[in-house]
């Protein structure tokens, strides 16, 4: 993994971290449910960046390699997958 994009989703993962410690604790602390889900939306969304940063990652660093090396196939049979899992 490039090590920018590396230390790109390792600063939105622990600021995720932290989001998720402060919904915990609004939970725990019997927060009105209503601004909770709000906050669970807003982890669920920066999920989604981490995914995208990570996704766009992945096609500089292998996928376009990969393509250029005569493994094309490979390389659409994973983003398929990823579509899939990412469509469940």
Do not use: F, W
Not at 42 to 49: D, F, G, M, V, W
Not at 59 to 74: A, C, K, L, Y
């Amino acid at each position: 993994m490039d090590t920018d994009i590396q230390n790109d989703a390792l600063k939105r993962l622990k600021y995720i971290e932290g989001h998720i410690k402060g919904v915990t604790k609004m939970v725990m602390d019997d927060k009105y449910c209503v601004d909770v889900i709000k906050q669970s939306y807003a982890i669920r969304k920066s999920l989604e960046k981490v995914e995208a940063v990570l996704i766009a990652g992945h096609m500089r660093t292998h996928v376009i390699p990969g393509i250029r090396d005569g493994h094309e196939n490979q390389q659409i049979d994973e983003l398929v997958e990823l579509y899939g899992l990412s469509n469940k």
